[in-house]
């Protein structure tokens, strides 16, 4: 009797079973295993687990188990070292909590370190009944943290290519759309939501000015939007220049001064965030504030550039081939050496529009195009990231370009890097699916390939192929997809020739 009973206080006491430190560099994250035993004598009572939280953790996550034998049932709340952060009684069992966001029923803020309390109610035990619970408590720290996004797992397993929207506003900046009663007002996140889902768009971007605030809106409509990747972003808005950034929900601070912009792009880079300068071929001053991208600027720290801003078409600045578009200034960067991504963005500020608008800013009138290893939030950024992404100006569901270079039994597709000899021929190949009667143009380091393109049309793919020599210095080559009107339907990214970045 006696052994029994210092057997039982042993195991209701708390049990800490291992702390565990991950073994790769990014992912220092602390697993606690918290055990222990309920009776009879726990029936109706809470129960608290105190744990400690070590200063710089960037979120919780609590996974709680139990033997529900004899209808045994526990409750799960959580109380942080100075206040109630939240309960969600016998409906989850597991639950994360951050500082832009947590599962529903908890409350998103700061984890203060110290002693947490995981509270087990008890609604019910049986008087003869034990029943065994494990809490798994993981702590993680600085960039591991908020990178996978709001998705618990990949929407969709599949390596494919997908398509959606990264450049939104809400009411959490200065969009706005019809309220109830039919005037204007700050438009609610779910609306830009509902736009992309009626666009069949496999993802969506939330980009708001600076702040933080839409992340929990987010993490809320993904579990209901369980097919299009909720991603949240936000646009760095300075005096010199906006960018978005994507893959942390950490503050970043945007109140630079005198054209300073590298300490908010290395604090993106420290993050692992992707980062990609908007709309830098605006005008700056007072006809346009901040809006150009006149940053003194580390070019290493930028992943991509917007080459394609839905509202700058609109305001009437021409589709590409005027200075305000992100081309010239994209091409700049790749003939100074740096390999970065093009990608396109609506900058809705109004969820309303749609494609009967006539509006660019309508989202997904401006698609990214991306291969990636699943729909997540994760490897989407990773695919941008690798450059294998092409932009869709209109929108399509279904139009498709490739680019291909090949020379001595090897191969570079958008966004990889071939090494050729000088002199060495290099078989240059475009395709492209579901667009008939087009044509292509190609550019080699920014200028247009005069040649004569002999098409292969074939159903529904386009193809041509030409060969160039190279040069032996660094190279590139991109193509575009343009129907018989002269409308630039499809861009592709660049494929690199014995690129060194
Ligand atoms: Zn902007
Ligand atoms: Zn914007």
Known sequence: ??????????????????????????????????????????????????????????????????????????DLGIFDPHRFRGWSGGNKATFSLAETDATLSYLPGPLPAGEWTLILGIPNIRTDTVANYRAEVVLEFGMSANSKGFAPSPLNDNADWYRGELHT??????????????????????????????????????????????????????????????MSGREITTFYGHANIFGTTEFIDFRVRDHQINSVLQAASQLGAFVYINHPGLPSGEVC??????????????????????????????????????????????????????????????????????????????????????????????????????????????????????????HALMGETLVVAAGDDIRVTVSAQNTPDATFALYHNGALVNVELDYVRDDDLLETTITLQATGESEWLRAEVVSTQGKVLLMSNAVYVNFLD
């Open 1 to 74: 009797m006696l052994i029994r009973e210092w057997f039982v206080r042993l195991a209701l006491a708390l049990v800490l079973l291992s702390t565990q430190m991950a073994t790769t560099a990014d992912s220092p994250d602390i697993v606690l295993e918290l055990a222990g035993q309920l009776t009879g004598a726990d029936h109706e009572s809470y129960k608290e687990v105190p744990f400690d939280v070590p200063a710089g953790v960037k979120r919780i996550t609590v996974n709680v188990s139990y033997d529900r034998e004899n209808r045994t049932v526990v």
């Open 169 to 230: 506003h809400t009411a959490h900046s200065d969009g706005s759309c019809l309220r109830q009663s039919g005037s204007n007002g700050p438009c609610p996140v779910y609306k830009t939501v509902e736009a992309a889902v009626e666009r069949n768009l496999d993802f969506v971007a939330v980009t708001e000015h600076n702040t933080l605030s839409h992340h929990q809106s987010l993490n809320e409509l993904q579990m209901a939007f369980d097919q299009t990747v909720l």
């Open 289 to 410: 504030m901040g809006c150009g991208w006149i940053a003194e600027t580390d070019y290493s720290l930028i992943d991509a550039v917007e080459v394609v801003n839905g509202s700058v078409i609109d305001s009437g600045a021409g589709l590409l081939k005027s200075p305000l578009s992100g081309i010239p200034f994209w091409e700049n960067l790749l003939n100074t050496g740096h390999k970065v991504t093009a990608i396109a963005g609506s900058d809705n500020h109004n969820a309303d529009l749609r494609s009967d608008s006539g509006r660019r800013t309508a989202i997904g009138e401006v698609t990214t195009v991306v291969f990636a290893r699943t729909l997540s939030q994760q490897d989407l950024l990773e695919g941008l990231r690798s450059g294998r992404a092409f932009i869709d100006l209109e929108g399509s569901a279904d139009r498709f370009v490739e680019l291909r270079a090949e020379a001595g039994g090897e």
